[in-house]
């Protein structure tokens, strides 16, 4: 029996380490803080050779490079504004996996709301035109069931008339 | 008017259809520098076959020249460096910049493929490469007479390339030379 919880324990410890194990270089970090932010960052920044992966996902040279720049920027005390800035400057905007709010990206950040609205607009119209139809068709059937015209009247008149 | 407004959902189709097709041809790899227009940043390094010269910004000198961005490590150098042989030969100034290599074997890459080179500056931690937003080798930079970069390339320069990219800035940058002169 102790044995088993012994393996269990062991086998635990072994899961619970190995999900830490994606990242290759190890940094000490003089404030613990740091290491979260340095996290974080390598999250939003972008690999710029690998297309569709972020820093603390790749790991081509390009990306141990960075994040090895990212560390030494933090431990200089730089701010994240900072770092970011530090790589926007070199490898552009591409580098932000969270797109800055300007002329050319204004209509990305708020197309998609834009449609949203223009959809509802176009949805009301439709709705209100469709019940205001109703409405009216509703009352021109109501006034045809009331009266008949003089022609009408004739018709019916006929009709009857015939059948007897 | 009625009959108008029923066909705009097929404009806006066509619209939008039309728009992605083009995405379709777009080359995602082609990343928009962000040091085109900017000076080239201060480096103070050693050169791979001089010995212990040291080369600073001040060193790159002419009209205009090229950066270019090579390793022993990268395949794609060794089909390019013939065609910047070519280049160097016509007159244009390359500076080299060996990033992240093994100096030894930088030099005899140099001695053995023949160097088209002013000098190649020995960037073995990748500083100067970061510094000038370098991912990756080849890379190819034209600067200006007043040092201002002009493009970035990255790949392999090719007549093609040479042709398309290079040959239309660099007769920018002489027309502005003699505009400057005048």
């Known amino acids: 029996m102790k044995y088993i919880i012994g393996l269990i324990a062991t086998l635990l410890v072994l899961i619970s380490t190995s999900s830490f194990a994606g990242s290759v270089d190890t940094y000490q ?67 932000l996996y969270k797109p800055k709010v300007d002329n050319v990206t204004y209509f990305l950040w708020y197309g998609p709301i834009g449609f949203g609205v223009l959809g509802l607009i176009i949805l009301s119209i439709v709705v209100v035109r469709q019940r205001n139809k109703k409405a009216n068709a509703g009352g021109e059937q109501e006034q045809s069931n009331e009266e008949l015209s003089d022609k009408e009247q004739q018709a019916l008149d006929n009709i009857l008339n015939k059948n007897k | 008017m009625k009959r108008f407004v029923l066909f705009l959902p ?33 480096f103070r390094l050693l050169t791979v076959t001089k010995g212990d010269r040291v080369v600073t910004k001040a060193d790159l000198t002419g009209d205009y020249y090229l950066l270019n961005v090579w390793a022993t490590w990268c395949a794609a150098c060794k089909a390019e460096h013939p065609y910047l042989l070519d280049i160097a030969r016509s007159g244009v100034p390359i500076y080299g910049i060996n990033y992240k290599d093994d100096i030894e074997a930088a030099a005899k890459w140099l001695s053995f493929y023949k160097d088209p080179y002013q000098f190649s500056a020995f960037d073995v931690n990748g ?48 027309r502005e030379m003699a505009e400057d002169k005048a």
Not at chain 1, 36 to 50: G, S
Not at chain 1, 64 to 72: A, I, S, T
């Open chain 2, 127 to 174: 500083q100067l490469g970061m510094d000038l937003g370098v991912y990756g080798a080849p890379e190819t930079f034209l600067v200006d007479h007043k040092g201002i970069i002009r493009l970035r390339y990255a790949g392999v320069v090719d007549t093609n390339s040479w042709r398309v990219k290079f040959m239309p800035l660099i007769e920018e940058i002489k």
């Open chain 2, 10 to 42: 097929l404009i806006f189709f066509i619209g939008l259809g039309g728009f992605l097709y083009k995405g379709l041809f777009l080359n995602p790899k082609a990343m928009p520098s962000a040091l085109e227009g900017k000076s080239v940043p201060e």
């Open chain 1, 29 to 95: 970090f003089s404030k613990p803080e740091y290491e979260t932010r340095f996290h974080d960052l390598n999250k939003i920044l972008r690999c710029p050779k690998c297309q569709n992966q972020n820093l603390a996902d790749s790991n081509s040279m390009i990306s141990q490079d960075l994040r090895k720049e990212v560390y030494r920027l933090m431990e200089e005390g730089r701010s994240d504004e900072q770092i970011i800035e530090f790589m926007v400057m070199r490898y552009g905007d591409f580098v």
